[in-house]
């Protein structure tokens, strides 16, 4: 069983960045594909990024690619989530979630999850 734990959440100014971290433990994540989510109050959880876990692909949908970029280093167990030029809209709790099998934007394809880290996009 993997455990998740997100950081580097906090309120950041418009325009503003932060980067995410999500630490594993109990297993190594280089065998899982490993997404990031987010969830705002009212809303639906929506996937943001994931990343394979055998090349490191990196996978964004829609117009995301460019403001989020994802990233791993399973050497430290780590997977992250350069969010760049914030916005209001922005702010949710952000998750990421290990996949044993393919991962996707879909929270259904994932087995484990951590308990979210607050991001807050406001002046």
């Known amino acids: 069983q993997v455990q998740l734990v997100e950081s580097g959440g906090g309120l950041v100014q418009p325009g503003g960045s932060l980067r995410l971290s999500c630490t594993a433990s109990?297993?190594?994540?280089?065998?899982?594909?490993v997404g990031w989510f987010r969830q705002a109050p009212g809303k639906e959880r929506e996937g943001l990024s994931y990343i394979s876990h055998e090349y490191g692909n990196a996978y964004y949908p829609g117009d995301r690619k460019g403001r989020f970029t994802i990233s791993r280093n399973n050497a430290r167990n780590m997977v992250y989530l350069q969010m760049d030029s914030l916005r209001p809209e922005d702010t949710a709790v952000y998750y990421c979630a290990a996949a044993r099998s393919r991962g996707g934007f879909q929270p259904e394809r994932y087995d484990y999850w951590g308990r979210g880290t607050q991001v807050t996009v406001s002046s």
């Open positions: 109990g297993q190594t994540l280089d065998s899982y594909n």
